[in-house]
């Protein structure tokens, strides 16, 4: 997992799912589409720019992100997905997912 603030080429967050507050798990589901979609492009890696988030939940970081631990290994995730302009809570769920994302998708045998 990279957190950065490094200007790029960036998908802003409030863009793909259309509000200021990323609370549930649909728009969770609506980044996870985009991120595999662009994987499987290999258009990597990607920005994912939290400017303009007001709220996060980590049900919204667990459809998000933690799935992708499922389809992709830790290291393929962790070298391609930057996150952007998180606030300090913000990180501290994405962190927390991550950890148990791992964690569990290493007990099920997936990737």
Do not use: C, W
Not at 27 to 43: C, D, F, P, R
Not at 70 to 97: A, C, G, H, M, W
């Amino acid at each position: 997992m990279i957190i950065d603030k490094k200007k790029g080429d960036k998908m802003k967050i409030v863009d793909i799912i259309k509000s200021n507050f990323a609370v549930s798990m649909e728009k969770g589901e609506l980044v996870y589409n985009y991120i595999v979609t662009e994987m499987s492009k290999g258009a990597v890696p990607i920005h994912l720019d939290f400017l303009g988030i007001e709220t996060t939940i980590t049900t919204f970081f667990n459809s998000s992100y933690g799935r992708l631990f499922e389809k992709y290994t830790q290291e393929e995730v962790d070298k391609n997905i930057i996150f952007e302009n998180l606030k300090p809570i913000s990180s501290r769920q994405l962190k927390y997912v991550r950890d148990n994302a791992i964690q569990f998708y290493r007990k099920e045998g997936a990737r």
